[in-house]
């Protein structure tokens, strides 16, 4: 069956603008996390939802947000993006919690801000 | 709070030689257990994890770790590593209460001499 797929995989933003990137979870998993992965602070959690709704939240600021459809697709948007914002962002689906079952992490999408 | 640490930020082996990556954790509990392993410019793949049982744990590609309660610790092993076992290994850890997050270390980039 088809992984996590991630739309895109590279995307390059100036200071200021905003981003939407996309995840479609594997058929059948309802939960979707996501985490961003930077050479200094590693790979951190964002967010997760399950079935439309957010259940876990990291610390960020609220410039980083996220949403769930129907389908369990998810994407998440960055607003005002700054520098730091540079990073490779991963997208997780599982059946249902990460920590319960096994998390399928697909490719990221490599985002630098200039 | 739970948290990861892996104490080794590079290691280099030979080929044929055998592995020990470490992994500590902190969390008041038992927690779950995860080895995800990272090529370039790829995602995360679930190399084993531990719930509860036997402590030893057998994963893919030749993997297998240890839980050890006393130590806090959750090393990764394998007797004897390939060329392609070159890649970055991140050790994760997640709440024993379905926690949709998972906490993962620094990671520890693995080179392969021939």
């Known amino acids: 069956k088809a992984g996590v797929t991630q739309t895109p995989r590279y995307l390059i933003k100036t200071r200021g603008q905003q981003v939407t990137l996309s995840c479609s979870p594997i058929s059948g998993h309802r939960s979707v996390s996501w985490y961003q992965q930077t050479p200094g602070q590693g790979l951190q959690f964002l967010f997760e939802y399950f079935s439309e709704t957010q259940r876990n939240k990291g610390n960020f600021p609220g410039r980083f947000s996220g949403r769930q459809f129907s389908n369990s697709r998810s994407e998440m948007n960055v607003s005002t993006l700054e520098l730091g914002d540079s990073a490779l962002y991963l997208c997780?689906?599982?059946?249902?919690?990460?920590?319960?079952?096994?998390?399928?992490f697909g490719q990221g999408t490599r985002l630098t801000v200039v | 709070a739970q948290s990861v640490t892996q104490p080794d930020i590079h290691i280099t082996v030979s080929e044929g030689a055998s592995l020990e990556l470490r992994c500590n954790y902190s969390?008041?509990?038992?927690?779950?257990l995860f080895w995800y392993v990272q090529s370039p410019g790829q995602g995360l793949q679930l190399l084993l994890k531990y719930f509860s049982g036997d402590t030893l744990v057998q994963g893919i590609k030749g993997f297998e770790a240890e839980f050890k309660r006393s130590q806090s610790s959750f090393n990764l092993r394998k007797p004897s590593v390939h060329w392609s076992d070159a890649a970055e290994y991140f050790c994760?850890?997640?709440?024993?209460?379905?926690?949709?997050?998972?906490?993962f270390g620094t990671g520890t980039r693995l080179t392969i001499i021939p």
């Open positions: 969390y008041g509990a038992t927690p779950y």
């Open positions: 994760a850890v997640a709440s024993n209460f379905g926690n949709e997050k998972l906490t």
């Open positions: 997780a689906s599982s059946l249902e919690a990460a920590g319960d079952t096994e998390a399928f």
